[in-house]
């Protein structure tokens, strides 16, 4: 998973509570704290949507987009994550393992995006 630039490494599924704790309150928050009057933006995938998520923002009075249902398709890291599956599926050497993924995708990035998206 990337959020604000980081990556986190989880085996299994994650929960309404770790991604408050791993994401928005070790990341999320102190960057909103630093940048007044951003708009937080997130799909509705189910820790996103959960109380206890919607509850912790709302607390920590993090302004969120509101998020049609079922419109992945207005959400422009989606675009993202197809540029960034085309770029892995030409690589000679794919990722073994997920140190190698986050490698990967940082050299896309970091070699890329500048020209994915043009202000």
């Not at 408050?20 to 509705?44: G, K, T």
């Not at 949507?49 to 509101?66: D, G, W």
């Not at 890291?77 to 990722?95: A, G, M, N, S, V």
Request: glycine content about 2%; proline content about 6%.
């Amino acid at each position: 998973m990337i959020g604000l630039g980081h990556f986190f490494h989880y085996k299994r599924a994650i929960n309404a509570q770790t991604y408050v704790q791993d994401v928005l309150q070790a990341h999320l928050v102190p960057y909103a704290a630093m940048h007044r009057n951003i708009v937080f933006q997130q799909d509705n995938a189910i820790v996103h949507k959960a109380r206890y998520t919607q509850q912790f923002l709302e607390h920590s009075n993090v302004q969120v987009l509101p998020w049609p249902a079922l419109s992945p398709d207005l959400n422009p890291i989606e675009h993202l994550w197809d540029y960034l599956q085309r770029r892995l599926d030409c690589q000679d050497h794919r990722p073994q393992n997920a140190d190698d993924l986050e490698h990967s995708l940082r050299r896309h990035c970091n070699a890329n995006l500048r020209h994915f998206y043009r202000p």
